[in-house]
């Protein structure tokens, strides 16, 4: 059991993978350390803190609680894969950066996948009651969340026909 | 986390099979409750068995005057499901009300209401619906499936495979939040279908979800919040902790089964 | 202002990296070949050490080495610190219990970390940390600082009958910065050289401290980095016991960022004061006197700190905002088995504010008095103002705040709002808090003189490059606070030169001068001073170059958005042939150095005092709505950690909090060449008094403590025999 190994296929950010890990490997372990995607972030144990949300399936998932073993095919998109490659910001990570939705930046790759997941699932003309509510499994410490609010309501708006993030907010 | 086993059965019967074969085995639903205990080091199942790839465990049914939910089904799908929300539009709030929405991508009503946590929405709405719950053996009722804190009917080797609700005329849950875990501190669900009148309290037993028959008793006269005022249960046997004590758990019971009835009526208090 | 400089709305230059998910944060580290180090942690709350056997850990797979503090001792690693000596009333010095890195003898919190293991994964190295075998003898253990254990003023006391009285408890808090804390240590046997890399606030505070006092390696042997930091709040000032490793003979080594509960038992938690205070005042409502007792609450040791945050940070802003011409203050610090207590968010400015805002709101109800019009009354009006306790506020218009505060909030208003609440069976209530705090800390010699162990300037070094672009070397730190980008636009603004020619170097000591980091609210006001004065250098410099290029007299040059002209002259030279001049250094016959190159140590000549009814923005606020409504750490009678993760630690999520309006009125800073104040911890300081002022408004009653819970305001409603049916 211990030094048990097993693998397992997916593809992230649109790249075929094909790892030999511990069974007990998460998710967010199988991106951070294995991929070295650093992007995504562990910040409590108890799956509230949200800094670990990427995409799987289209879906946001919490990474830090799930076994990658669960994945076998699946899709998985992190924040280093939101932007096109070598090609623009997604328009909510422009919306993060133009309303000041950081400071210290450890929960905002979570934010943002949040925020997108937020908009495919609840439209692009967001209130901030609902986004809000649609926040509940995401924590920041450092901004009061008044300007993410503001971030993901022009983000949204700004998703549409996948419009710049700048003219949203106009 | 301890180390495993993973296996991936593809039908019931395997995974049944598996689980009578190894005793310490667990099911894998979601995980959103396992796995965050075995990361935590306060479970070491040694073997894991995943129920992600049996066919026919999701999905949403309704026939007749009741609803089926697949037992793999995700809470997410059950929020935003057109059937649920027709059927019985409580049932797919409180779905939405779960945990978030990452986790709720994940969560399952199977996994919900196996494990049967003191403070879990399902096992009010179950109890508060008449549900019946399926398994690989037998059809057990809510009112005998939930046994205490943490504890369930099932038997080894037993796995759910499906829950059917019976439609109610009228149903309302109010939960009121811990604010750290986010779960219900109290939860009421109360519905009416006929000449049956169900109340059913999460989070405040300190044996698990109850019916509250006084308050039942009230509401067959006169299905109001009127038939409520006035009325308390006692504090005794309510779960005390920091995030609320017997006393308030008790009177929050009150309270929200009010509102509840309220809003069941279509009269919701502001 | 120039589109870029100070002032200017621009987007942060940091932000691309966090937005895109490559920030560079301790934990995403990975060093070739590194090993992970995983804290055994006492389960008890205090408990002698009777032997502690690592021989079965030690023989576990994939295990390098388990140390205990025992080994530590061997090798001669010294104790962590309290660097600020504080004496009591009758002149003895305070008493520090030794702490080593890994307790010795006894464990004295839940949560104390007695051994470490080494190993090539992190989980063999928890696996084995389950087989290192303690025998235990569990000792009694306090956790309430109130169990551990008054003059002049008495005659101001004596001569009103109008003296408001309150107890109040200040409930500990714990940080949980997202980003947990974390640190890497790498040895060079070739150079003999360590690494640490670390989650810190003030890398070179942290080297001074390990290589001098705990003496794991000599200081110019040590480098200290801290990469991107995920929020410090002031829990990430310190220096932990999981920093201190033994590297030599083992390779990098990763010291997993204690995540979640765990870290809720290692990282320093803030507040925790009992407090009995008193004011008393005239027959018109203005104030004679206050007098405070406190008992704070220390934790099992010192903390790096801690002597210094209920005592000389506390007591020193209890004048508030008013003319108060008597105050006394008698602080009790106690040790007790919980995590140890040190800054957070506000530091002792928090605790103050609480006590006299509440006092003034309760007394203007005891005295039938408008609150706001009580403390109009009571403001200071000329400065400077020597305050009886140590502070002399530099500047203010504390009228125009509350002016404008009571506009934005429509105080007009609020008895319609109340009454029409009242119809839908809501209790509405308003509450105030006139806040001060003392930041930019701070003077070196105010504090030396209150015994502080270190002085509080801060280092700023500009080099310009031949091709004219900056590098800003600071020793404040950035941990989300913006200073890539403030501090750029600075320069970007003084120089001419666009914001992205400026970069900002900073949390690495072997890159950066010796400098004190980000704490106190100080980046803006001591460290951008600091960089303000290196720049005022440079620009000196640059116009003697620019008279040796223009064959001018230095006395003649000019310098204005980026150029360089001689008076009289049709002549100029623009920025970057002055900085490529400066290192062709063609001045034949000039005393003047070549290179363009300036440093600056900036030591504040007084604190800076912002002030007001909402100072900053958003983000102090929602801890400071947090603290009142929804946070508090709370332990039980045994020393356990009752609210030890996130389940039962209520964090302020999007939903707990209001959008907000914040706006400001504006007197600049006397004492510094910028003219500013500093702003990081407004929220966290005025907001909870404003809030409990508002629901004790509400409910009718003064018995309610923080946080004020829904149960917790039923309960005082119940209490007080008001409204039955409230949830």
């Known amino acids: 059991m211990a030094g048990e190994t097993a693998t397992v296929f997916m593809t992230v950010n649109g790249k075929p993978i094909n790892a030999n890990i511990d069974p007990r490997t998460l998710l967010v372990q199988l991106l951070r350390e294995n991929l070295r995607l650093t ?13 670990c949300v990427v995409h799987v399936n289209g879906k946001a998932i919490k990474s ?42 450890y929960c905002t790759p979570g934010m943002i996948m949040t925020a997108v997941d937020i908009v495919r699932r609840k439209g692009h003309d967001l209130d901030d009651r609902t986004i809000r509510e649609e926040l509940e499994g995401n924590i920041c410490r450092c901004t009061g969340y008044h300007n993410i609010v503001k971030a993901i309501a022009a983000g949204g708006r700004a998703m549409r026909g996948n419009g710049s993030a700048a003219k949203a907010a106009e | ?193 006929g000449g049956d009148i169900r109340v059913a309290v999460t989070g405040a037993g300190s044996n698990g979800v109850f019916r509250v028959s006084s308050f039942e008793q009230a509401l067959k006269k006169r299905f109001s919040p009127k038939s409520l005022e006035g009325m308390t249960i006692p504090a005794d046997g309510m779960n005390s902790d920091i995030h609320g004590s017997a006393e308030y758990r008790a009177h929050l019971v009150g309270v929200l089964a009010r509102r509840a009835v309220a809003d069941a009526i279509g009269k919701p208090i502001a | 202002m120039s589109a870029t400089g100070i002032g200017a709305a621009v987007r942060r230059k940091e932000d691309h990296r966090f937005i895109i998910g490559t920030g560079h944060y301790t934990h995403d580290i990975n060093r070739p070949g590194q090993a992970y180090a995983y804290f055994l942690r006492s389960p008890h709350a205090h408990a002698a050490i009777k032997s502690i056997d690592v021989k079965a850990a030690a023989q576990m797979p994939g295990v390098l080495t388990v140390l205990t503090g025992a080994d530590l001792a061997a090798d001669k690693i010294g104790n962590l610190i309290c660097g600020w000596m504080i004496h009591s009333k009758d002149g003895t010095p305070m008493k520090m219990a030794p702490r080593p890195a890994l307790a010795t003898g ?38 309430d600082p109130a ?70 390696a000599p200081e110019h042997k040590l480098r200290v980095i801290a990469p991107d930091v995920g929020g410090g709040f002031g829990s990430k000032i310190f220096i932990y016991p999981e920093e201190v490793r033994r590297a030599m003979g ?18 320093a938690h803030g507040r925790d004061h009992v407090t009995h205070a008193e004011m008393a005042f005239d027959a018109d409502g203005k104030i004679l006197g206050l007098r405070a007792k406190t008992v704070a609450n220390l934790g099992a040791y010192m903390s790096t700190f801690s002597s210094s945050i209920p005592t000389y940070l506390y007591a020193t802003l209890l004048s508030g905002q008013y003319e108060m011409p008597q105050i006394y203050c008698e602080v009790d610090a106690v040790y007790t088995n919980t995590v140890p207590v ?34 109009r009354k009571n403001f200071i009006r000329t400065f400077p103002h020597q305050t009886p306790v140590i502070m002399t506020y530099d500047t203010g218009d504390y009228g125009a705040s509350l002016k404008k505060a009571m506009e934005l909030a429509d105080r007009k208003g609020f008895g319609k709002r109340k009454r029409e609440s009242a119809r839908h069976g809501k209790l509405r209530g308003i509450g105030f808090s006139s806040y001060i705090e003392a930041c930019g800390i701070a003077p070196s010699q105010a504090v030396g003189s209150l015994g502080a162990g270190v002085g509080l300037w801060e280092s700023a070094e500009v080099r310009v490059n031949p091709t004219g672009s900056v590098e800003i070397l600071t020793g404040s730190h950035t941990h989300g606070r913006g200073h890539e980008t403030t501090f750029a636009q600075l320069a970007s603004e003084r120089l001419g030169i666009p914001i992205d020619n400026v970069s900002i170097v900073h949390g690495d000591t072997d890159k950066v ?95 800076t005092f912002p002030a007001g009814v909402e100072g900053r923005v958003h983000d102090g606020v929602a801890q400071g709505v947090g603290q009142p409504l929804y946070e508090g750490a709370v332990y039980d009678e045994h020393g356990q950690l009752v609210t030890g993760s996130f389940m039962d630690y209520a964090m302020p999520r999007a939903d707990h909090l209001p959008s907000m309006t914040v706006d400001t009125t504006v007197t600049r800073c006397p004492s510094n060449p910028l003219g500013i104040k500093g702003c990081g911890e407004a929220g966290a300081i005025a907001a909870p008094p404003a809030v409990i002022n508002a629901i004790t408004d509400a409910i009718g009653t003064e018995e309610l403590a923080m946080p004020a819970t829904a149960q917790a305001v039923w309960a005082a409603l119940q209490k007080s025999n008001r409204i039955a049916e409230a949830a």
């Not at chain 3, 949560?111 to 000792?139: H, N, S, W």
């Not at chain 3, 400015?349 to 403390?375: I, N």
Request: net charge neutral.
């Open chain 2, 1 to 193: 986390m301890y180390a495993f086993t993973f296996h991936r059965p593809q039908t019931v019967r395997q995974a049944a099979s598996l689980l009578a074969k190894h005793e310490d085995a667990k099911l894998l639903a979601g995980g959103q409750t396992l796995l965050p205990t075995m990361k935590l080091r306060l479970a070491g199942p040694p073997q894991i068995i995943d129920m992600s790839l049996i066919e026919g465990l999701s999905g949403i049914e309704q026939s007749g005057r009741s609803l089926t939910i697949g037992a793999m089904t995700r809470h997410s799908d059950v929020n935003t499901s057109p059937v649920v929300q027709q059927a019985i539009p409580v049932l797919a709030q409180l779905a939405g009300m779960i945990g978030d929405p990452a986790v709720r991508h994940m969560g399952t009503i199977g996994g919900s209401i196996a494990n049967n946590d003191p403070n879990a929405d399902y096992p009010a709405a179950c109890l508060g619906l008449g549900a019946t719950i399926i398994t690989n053996k037998r059809r057990i009722k809510a009112d005998d499936f939930f046994t205490g804190m943490f504890s369930t009917a099932l038997e080894p080797a037993e796995i759910i495979t499906k829950v059917s609700f019976p439609i109610p005329k009228k149903a309302a849950y109010q939960k009121f939040r811990n604010q750290a875990s986010r779960f219900a501190l109290v939860g009421v669900f109360v519905s009416k279908r």
């Open chain 3, 250 to 267: 083992v390779q990098a080594c990763r010291a997993a960022g204690e995540v979640g509960g765990r870290s809720f038992l290692a990282d």
């Open chain 3, 513 to 607: 001068q010796f400098g004190m980091g980000t704490y106190g609210s100080r980046s803006g006001a001591v460290g951008m001073s600091a960089l303000a004065k290196a720049l005022d250098k440079i620009e000196a410099k640059a116009k003697k170059v620019a008279a040796y290029i223009l064959e001018a007299a230095e006395g003649d040059i000019e310098f204005k958005d980026g150029k360089f002209s001689a008076a009289g002259m049709d002549k100029s030279a623009a920025w970057g042939d002055v900085a490529l001049n400066a290192y062709i250094a063609h001045f034949s016959g000039q005393e003047l150095e070549p290179g363009l190159k300036e440093g600056s140590f900036y030591d504040p000549t007084n604190f």
């Open chain 1, 64 to 105: 830090c609680t799930v076994l990658a073993l669960q994945l076998e095919g699946a899709d998985v998109l992190t924040i280093e894969g939101l932007a096109a490659p070598d090609g623009p910001l997604h328009p909510m990570q422009e919306a993060f950066r133009d309303n000041h939705g950081l400071q210290c930046g």
């Open chain 3, 106 to 143: 006894k464990v004295c919190h839940v949560g104390d970390p007695l051994a470490v293991v080494i190993a090539e994964t992190l989980a063999q190295a928890r696996d084995a940390a389950e087989k290192i075998a303690v025998d235990y003898e569990v000792l009694p253990a306090v956790a």
């Open chain 3, 342 to 375: 040190d800054a957070y968010r506000g530091a002792g400015r928090p605790e103050a504010t609480f006590v006299v805002e509440r006092l003034m709101e309760v007394g203007a109800r005891e005295m039938a008095q408008d609150p706001a019009e009580l403390r």
């Open chain 1, 39 to 51: 992007g995504t972030h562990v910040g409590c144990d108890t799956s509230q803190c949200g800094a």
């Open chain 3, 147 to 216: 169990a551990a254990q008054k003059k002049g003023v008495d005659a101001a006391f004596r001569s009103t009958k109008q003296v408001t009285k309150l107890d109040i408890v200040n409930n500990r808090l714990v940080p949980n910065a997202i980003e947990p804390r974390a640190a890497i240590g790498d040895y060079d046997s070739g150079t003999g050289s360590f690494t640490l890399w670390n989650t810190t606030q003030n890398p070179h505070v942290a080297r001074l401290v390990i290589a001098a006092f705990v003496c794991m």
